[in-house]
Every structure is written in C-alpha cells, then in structure tokens.
C-alpha cells in the first residue's frame, strides 16, 4: 500500500455505499471510495514504541489480502476472551481471511503471540447507510483466554475537550519510528466544535464521533492504525476512523465513539 493520500485513511469494499459518499469520510488510504489492492492501513505517527505486556487487549488484525509481507491490515482490542472491537471497513472481508494476533509488539516476529482466526462478524447495519457507526464485532474461533480486555466506554460525555486519551497501533510512522510494530501516542480530545468547523465539508458527527489529536499536527493515527483501540480511564473510548492525511495541521484523527454504540456493541459480546 502506499502512504497517505489526502482524505481516507483505509480502504472500503467496492460497491458499499460509504459515509464519504453521505457527506463524512470514512478512513482510508486512498481518496476513492472504491476498494484499493492494499486494503485498510492507518499507522501512529509522532508516537513512542510500545509494549504489548503493557496493553495486552490490543490486538493486530492481519488479512490473507494484505500486501504487506506481516499480513498487516488493521488493528482491533480484546473486549471479551472471544470478541474483538475493530472498525467497520477494516472489517468488509470473508471472515476466512482473517487472523486476530496477540501479544506481538514486532509484527514480522512470528515466534511471539497468539493467533486466532475469526469466526464470524458482525458490522453495524448502519455503517455505509449514515454518517459514522464505523464500528464491528469480531467473533475469535479460538479465545485468547487469560488475556485482560477492555472495557466499552458508555459515557457519551467522557469526551469533553482536553480529556487525555491515548491510541495504539502498528501502522505507518511516516519516519517518525519503526514501521510494523507497536506504539502509542498521545492524543487530546479537540471536541465536537473543533472537528465540526474543520471537517465541515467532510460530515463529522459529533453524535458517533471524536475528534482528537492536536491543532498544530504531528502526532496522528494513520495508515495502519485503522480499527485499533483509542483508549481513555482505562476503557475503549474510541476506535480508529478517518482523517485527512496524517498528522497534519488542522486535521486530527477521528474515531468512532464507543459510548455511542455501547448497547449494540454489548448485544454482541453477549450473544
């Protein structure tokens, strides 16, 4: 895949109806809509190297489709033994071709982790009908027993302004750090008025989104990063969605709100 490009962050399958075509903008790597060879990527950028010791619940999502020699697709977190959270266009593939890794900070070390293939998967149905419900449950044929998950946040209110979360993931660095492997980075809840105004033409929506990261750029999700966990007060606050380019000025990361989702995220992990 190559780097960033303008509007997307992660590409979408051909012939779904996206929320870029609503009015907002779904992550991708390409400006098109369309799907793209390479798949879904958003990488950190900006951040610091990480260790999945220290967030066992993030987990790698790698794709036989991949044209990345680790597999790598997107990223996803454990919220059930059984069930990981990841986006809804990181999550448009056969479930076949998947495999849920965790516990694996150097994506091309096969030697550490634990995988598991994917079962079967639920996508919000309102995903490429209305803006945002960029959100999707992952059932694992094999759990990662043992493992600590994540929590769903429920409070639409955790994301005030100046709230301090932090996102992970295995993407593109854009040099600022190793590629394919673990890092995390900081990345400010900005609030609803600020994405509003700066993504006015793009549809953010503050009811089902967050907008977070910092006005002069620099330190971003991005290609690669796309489904992975934003994470706040120790629960899953957001999950990677779109943006413009990477850590540009003017242009934070947006992330799919948890807490707006949380009844129909839960149905899923209970069923």
């Not at 639920?122 to 449950?137: F, R």
């Not at 006005?215 to 007060?233: A, F, H, R, W, Y």
Request: net charge negative.
């Amino acid at each position: 895949m190559t780097g960033k490009k303008s509007v997307v962050r992660a590409a979408l399958a051909a012939g779904v109806l996206t929320a870029a075509s609503l009015g907002a903008v779904a992550v991708a790597g390409t400006a098109s809509a369309a799907q793209t060879p390479g798949g879904p990527v958003n990488r950190i950028v900006g951040g610091t190297v990480a260790h999945t010791a220290d967030a066992p619940w993030a987990i790698q999502l790698s794709n036989s489709g991949s044209p990345d020699a680790t597999g790598e697709w997107c990223g996803s977190t454990l919220v059930k033994a059984n069930k990981i959270v990841t986006a809804a266009h990181c999550a448009q593939e056969a479930a076949s071709t998947y495999t849920a890794i965790q516990g694996r900070d150097v994506l091309s070390d096969k030697s550490t982790g634990k995988e598991s293939k994917i079962a079967s998967i639920w996508v919000d149905p309102e995903y490429g009908k209305s803006p945002a419900h960029d959100v999707a449950v992952m059932t694992l044929a094999t759990p990662f027993d043992g493992v600590p998950t994540l929590a769903l946040e429920t409070d639409k209110a955790a994301d005030k302004a100046g709230a301090a979360s932090v996102v992970y993931g295995w993407g593109s660095t854009e040099g600022t750090g190793p590629e394919d492997t673990f890092q995390k980075v900081d990345v400010p809840v900005l609030g609803d008025d600020y994405c509003s105004k700066q993504y006015a033409s793009q549809g953010y929506t503050p009811d089902g989104e967050i907008c977070a990261g910092y006005e002069q750029g620099g330190k971003d999700s991005c290609q690669g990063d796309s489904g992975g966990p934003l994470v706040l007060n120790g629960r899953l606050f957001g999950v990677v969605s779109w943006g413009v380019g990477c850590a540009d000025a003017g242009n934070p990361g947006v992330y799919a709100e948890v807490a707006t989702y949380a009844t129909e995220l839960q149905q899923q992990l209970d069923s």
